[in-house]
């Protein structure tokens, strides 16, 4: 007859409780994000966190982002066109201070720029998650979120 050792129970139901942790996907971040799935592609600013303020900016003032493989970071501030380096390693991503047009501003584009420009200078990490690009500052708090622009 085929007995089985406590032991080797023990061991079975551990393996199989880690297995079952590691194929967990109702977590919110893409486990499989890499840069190379965010550069090249036209991103839209969802989500930018100004002092104890969140913004959530809404057309004819959007903001937009895309990164070039290159290191090179530009696009829409919100007002003005934006151009500048970027810096990541791994989960890291920082920002050069970025230089921009200078036009005026319609509705509540200042607002949404002056957020914008500053939420960049917080910028310490990045994520993919829900299919979203989460630009977090050192804390860990997300302080810009970007939607795939559609085509």
Same mark, same amino acid.
């Given at each position: 007859m085929f007995s089985?050792?406590?032991?080797?129970?023990?061991?079975?139901?551990? @393996?199989?409780a880690l297995l079952l942790a590691a194929c967990n996907t109702t977590g919110q971040t893409d486990m499989a994000s890499?840069?190379? #799935?965010v550069t090249g592609k036209d991103w839209q600013l969802t989500m930018v966190v100004d002092g104890d303020k969140m913004l959530?900016?809404?057309?004819?003032?959007?903001?937009?982002?895309?990164?070039?493989?290159?290191?090179?970071? @530009?696009g829409s501030n919100g007002c003005n066109s934006y151009f500048g380096t970027y810096t990541q390693n791994a989960e890291n991503?920082?920002? #050069?201070?970025?230089?921009?047009t200078r036009m005026a501003c319609i509705n509540s584009g200042m607002d949404v720029e002056n957020a914008f420009n500053n939420a960049t200078?917080?910028?310490?990490?990045?994520?993919i998650s829900d299919g979203m690009l989460v630009l977090s500052d050192s804390n860990g708090k997300a302080v810009m979120k970007f939607a795939p622009s559609a085509p």
């Open positions: 089985v050792k406590p032991m080797m129970l023990s061991s079975i139901a551990l @393996s199989t890499d840069w190379s #799935s959530s900016p809404t057309a004819p003032v959007v903001a937009s982002a895309n990164f070039a493989d290159d290191g090179k970071v @530009s991503l920082i920002f #050069s201070p970025l230089g921009a200078g917080q910028v310490a990490n990045w994520q």
